[in-house]
C-alpha cells in the first residue's frame, strides 16, 4: 500500500513537533488509557522526545524501523529494531526515545499509553542535552 494510501485509510494527520503521522484510536476511560495510530516514513520520523509515563510500541506492518532509547542518568543506549519479527517495545518514562525507518516506505504503529497522552507529558531535548550527547542529533 501507498503512503498515501495509508495516511487516508486511517485518517492519519501529520504529528506537530515530534513529526510522523497519527491518529488517536481510543480512550479507555474506565483504564484511564489511550492509543493512537502512528505511521514513520522515509520523510518523517519520530524525533527525539521524551514522555512522562511509559509507551507500549506495537508493529503493525510495513518495513522495519530502528527505534533508539537512550537513559540520561546511566547515559546506556538501546537500539530496537521494531519488524514482523519482533512486534512489540516498551519505553519507560523519563527516558529519551526516536524511531526511524529502517527500510521499506513505511511503519505503521499503534502506541498505548496509561495515563492517555496529554500535551504535557512530552519534551524536546534542549541544547544542552545535545552538546553533552552528541551522538543523539541524528535523532533530531
Known amino acids: ?39 514513520v516514513t522515509k520523510d518523517s520520523f519520530s524525533s527525539l522526545h521524551r514522555l512522562e509515563e511509559d509507551e507500549l510500541w506495537f508493529f503493525l506492518e510495513g518495513g522495519s524501523a530502528r527505534q533508539l532509547v537512550f537513559d540520561e542518568n546511566s547515559q546506556e543506549s538501546e537500539t530496537r529494531i521494531l519488524s514482523a519479527q519482533s512486534r512489540v517495545s516498551l519505553v519507560k518514562k523519563g527516558l529519551w526515545q526516536a524511531t526511524k ?7 505503521l504503529f499503534s502506541t498505548v499509553m496509561c495515563p492517555h497522552y496529554e500535551d504535557w507529558m512530552y519534551s524536546s ?16
Open 1 to 39: 500500500m501507498e503512503v498515501s494510501e495509508l495516511i487516508r485509510k486511517w485518517k492519519l494527520v501529520p504529528l506537530a513537533g515530534e513529526g510522523g503521522y497519527f491518529r488517536f484510536i481510543t480512550e479507555f476511560s474506565s483504564l484511564n488509557a489511550g492509543s493512537i495510530f502512528y505511521l
Open 101 to 107: 525507518l529502517e527500510e521499506g516506505e513505511y511503519a
Open 125 to 140: 531535548p534542549d541544547e544542552d542535552l545535545l552538546k553533552r550527547f552528541p551522538h543523539l542529533r541524528e535523532y533530531v
